[in-house]
């Protein structure tokens, strides 16, 4: 162990695994209690098209990704606000227009690339110190804006209408909170992979759920079971050579169903 410590892939491996797996499973508790899962889903697919759009087009592909995540959530919160468009029906409309598109950008590539399917399935080993750093600050960015607003969004994670009564603008800092599950959702791409980056959201945050009663307790627990799910994941997925972000997704789907059977809510 002491020797796999000392490669620089795995260095910035793990330091990814200690970013991503506390960020993902702090915004993961609002996402879990006000049932946005299919935001996620919705925003990791709409993120991968901006990546491969930045493959093609020459352009780095987080920002494409941050660019066409943000996007989506923007866009979705407008049609909800201006139309009658249901926001879960808005948010499958891009789910399938996303991928559509990635879809295409990969078939207008005149090479194969790696790298974009890396970001499909999750290449966490591969994570160079430019993109480190840039998961490094924007981490950073989203943790600072939950200890800002950590009150308001407890508020509306529980009951929004109440919030906005209470005179909170609770609409804007809801909209907030989207860009921040988006934001989460692109520094942990390369990690995890389109496909499976929502579920680092949803499952630990879920099996907190099980565990704790308070929101605290609840936070606390799912960065316990984020962490070991995406360390224990990422050496699982170098031992026998195991593709990083399925690993790390099955590893934490065992840490729920073992959170549900020690849960004292059953």
Sequence with gaps: ?????????????LAASVMIGTLCAVVGVFVVLRGLA??????????FAGVTLGYLVGINPMAMALVFGLGTIWIVQALNERSRTAFDVSVGIFYAASMALAIVFIGLMRTYNSEVYGYLFGSILSVTPSELWTIGLLSAVALTCLALFFKEFHFIAFDQEMAAASGIPATRLFFLLLNLVGLTIVIALKAVGALLVFALLIIPAAAAYQLASRLWTMILWAVGVGLTSTIGGLLLSYAFDLPSGATITLLATA????????SPKR
């Excluded at 299919?38 to 993120?47: D, E, L, Q």
């Design 1 to 13: 162990m002491t020797d796999l410590l000392t490669y620089g892939f795995m260095q910035r491996a």
């Design 38 to 47: 299919f935001v996620g889903a919705g925003t990791a697919h709409s993120a």
């Design 255 to 262: 840490l729920f169903f073992l959170a549900v059977l020690a």
